[in-house]
């Protein structure tokens, strides 16, 4: 595992500050969190009621995109980008259940995430997981640490679940997926979310705006066209850029509601 000394100390001074992986946790119905955060939570909910279900919503996406990638796609490696809090099913037990040699790698830049990073690195036998205590905002570092577990001949799924609306310039954005994706091999696939103000989630901008001022990192909204824009060439699998819920719905998800945070799964070819 790679990690700053100290993170301990970084946590205790972070309470005083409501965190996006620790309201996130919150919304999801976990432990993981501070006073702040709930109060915060609350607040946002107060105002864009649907904020829980675009969190269960996400997390859902995710088991369905990781399950599709390792039983259809025969994708063995993750790249885990804006991890969040281990939660029941992580990227890692999702994947080992159906491919036991999967290899993951995780990154976040919180220290409670890096705290409770041991949780994120309970692997098979046969296969391997690690965490790394990085900013999105630095590629080549990630890159450097994830080499270590994954190789880049070999396909890998590199996924960015509601991280890159924390990079609020769009170029940035766009420029560390396509460094990210760039030594992947042929095969490899890019999944993300993205909240959007389109799909209903107008009231959305409102309690980003609450957000920005009283929580840490600042967050931004992103449009179809500017979340497309991430994929490059790739080729976009069906059905395509839509509401993370209505990304090929299992049975459970069929009657939830349609929820404001684009969903999409990309294949390098
Ligand atoms: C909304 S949560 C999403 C968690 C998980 N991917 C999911 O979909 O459930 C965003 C995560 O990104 C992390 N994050 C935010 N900005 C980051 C950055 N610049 N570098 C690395 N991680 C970041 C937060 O700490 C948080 O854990």
Excluded at 241 to 261: K, L, T, Y
Aim: hydrophobic fraction near 40%; glycine fraction near 10%.
């Amino acid at each position: 595992m790679t990690g700053s000394s100290g993170y301990a100390e970084q946590a205790a001074r972070s309470q005083g500050v409501a965190h996006n992986a620790r309201v996130w946790n919150y919304w999801l119905g976990g432990k993981d969190n501070y006073v702040v955060d709930r109060k915060v939570g609350d607040h946002v909910t107060g105002m864009y009621p649907s904020i829980g279900d675009v969190a269960r919503a996400d997390r859902s996406f995710l088991g369905r995109v990781v399950s599709h990638l390792a039983r259809e796609a025969g994708i063995r490696q993750f790249l885990d980008v804006g991890t969040g809090l281990p939660t029941a099913d992580n990227t890692h037990q999702i994947a080992q259940r159906v491919a036991p040699e999967s290899r993951i790698v995780y990154v976040d830049n919180d220290p409670i995430v890096l705290a409770h990073a041991r949780s994120l690195l309970t692997t098979s036998p046969e296969g391997a997981t690690d965490y790394v205590d990085a900013d999105a905002h630095d590629p080549d570092l990630i890159l450097e640490h994830a080499a270590r577990t994954l190789d880049f001949d070999r396909p890998v799924a590199l996924m960015m679940l509601g991280i890159l609306n924390f990079v609020l310039d769009t170029e940035e954005a766009q420029g560390i997926v396509d460094r990210l994706l760039e030594p992947l091999a042929p095969g490899s696939h890019l999944a993300l979310t993205h909240p959007t103000l389109e799909l209903g989630g107008e009231a959305n901008a409102e309690a980003m705006r609450f957000w920005n001022e009283n929580a840490k990192p600042p967050i931004r909204a992103r449009t179809r066209d500017e979340v497309a824009g991430f994929f490059g060439s790739l080729e976009i699998l069906e059905p395509g850029i839509v509401s993370c819920a209505r990304w090929r719905p299992g049975p459970d998800d069929e009657n939830g509601p349609e929820v404001a945070q684009f969903g999409a799964v990309g294949r390098k070819n």
